[in-house]
C-alpha cells in the first residue's frame, strides 16, 4: 500500500467585519478566514471552513483562489452584551487528490455592546393652573424600567411623577429618563417639554352692604373673600 501524507495547513480568521453591534442588531457581520499550506504558505483552493461564536456554529463557506472563505450573512442578534469569541476551523479534506491536515484558527472578538432604547415621549398638559399640580406619564423605551422626571427651568417642583406650579406666570421645562438594564442605554426624552403656566382663580368675593341706606348717609363697603389681599 502507499501512504501519502496529509499536507499541513495554517488557518488565519480576519476580525469580524464589524468588530462591534449594537444588542438586538440583525448585523449582518462578515467573517472570513484564509486556508494555506503551512509550507510555503500556497492558498488552499475548495476548502470547507466552520465558522463558530461561543462555540456555536455560524455558517460555513469554501475558500476560492485566494485560499479566501467569507460569510457575509450572519445574524448577531441572538448575542448578550459582551465580548464573544468566534474561531474558524478546517477538517481534514481531500481536494483533487490531495489530503489536507485539520486546522484552527486563533480567536478574534465581536464585541455586543448596548443598544439604544427606543424614543422616549414625555405626556403633559399645558397650561398648568397656579399651586395646583398634574401627573406626569412618559409612551416609549424599551426596558420598562424606572422613570425620573427631571426639571430643567421655571418656578415648577417635581416630586415623583406630579409636576407642582408655583406660579401663575412663565413656563417650565422637562424631560424624562427610563433607566436601561443590562442590554440597553437610558433614555431620555427630547426635545423638553415646555408647560406654559397660569394664573388661578381667586376664591369668591363677597361684598358686605347694609340696606337701606338712608338719605345723605355714608355707609363702609368691605369684602370677604378673594385670595390675594390685593
Known amino acids: 500500500a502507499t501512504f501519502t501524507a496529509s499536507v499541513a495547513t495554517t488557518l488565519a480568521l480576519s476580525t469580524p467585519n464589524p468588530a462591534s453591534v ?32 461561543d462555540a456555536s456554529s455560524v455558517g460555513s463557506a469554501v475558500t476560492n483562489s485566494s485560499g479566501v472563505a467569507t460569510i457575509t450573512t450572519y445574524n448577531p442578534s441572538a448575542l448578550l452584551v459582551g465580548g464573544h469569541t468566534v474561531q474558524a476551523s478546517f477538517a481534514q479534506q481531500s481536494i483533487s487528490s490531495t489530503t489536507y491536515s485539520a486546522s484552527t484558527s486563533g480567536n478574534q472578538t465581536l464585541t455586543v455592546t448596548k443598544a439604544n432604547q427606543a424614543a422616549l415621549t414625555l405626556n403633559t398638559t399645558t397650561p398648568l393652573i397656579y399651586n395646583q399640580s398634574e401627573t406626569l406619564s412618559v409612551t416609549g423605551g424599551s426596558t420598562g424600567g424606572a422613570v425620573t422626571y427631571n ?25 424624562a429618563t427610563m433607566a436601561g438594564d443590562s442590554n440597553y442605554n437610558d433614555v431620555t426624552s427630547t426635545p423638553a417639554n415646555t408647560v406654559n403656566l397660569a394664573k388661578a382663580n381667586q376664591a369668591a368675593l363677597t361684598l358686605n352692604t347694609t340696606s337701606p341706606l338712608i338719605y345723605n348717609q355714608s355707609e363702609t363697603l368691605s369684602v370677604t373673600g378673594g385670595s390675594t389681599g390685593g
Do not use: E, K, M
Not at 22 to 50: D, H, Q
Not at 153 to 175: E, F, M, W
Open 22 to 53: 449594537p444588542f438586538g442588531s440583525s448585523g449582518p457581520v462578515t467573517l472570513s478566514a484564509t486556508l494555506t499550506r503551512t509550507t510555503g504558505g500556497a492558498a488552499v483552493v475548495g476548502a470547507t471552513i466552520n465558522f463558530t461564536a
Open 151 to 175: 426639571l430643567g427651568s421655571g418656578p415648577c417642583t417635581i416630586v415623583g411623577n406630579q409636576l407642582t406650579a408655583n406660579s401663575g406666570t412663565g413656563s417650565c421645562t422637562l424631560t
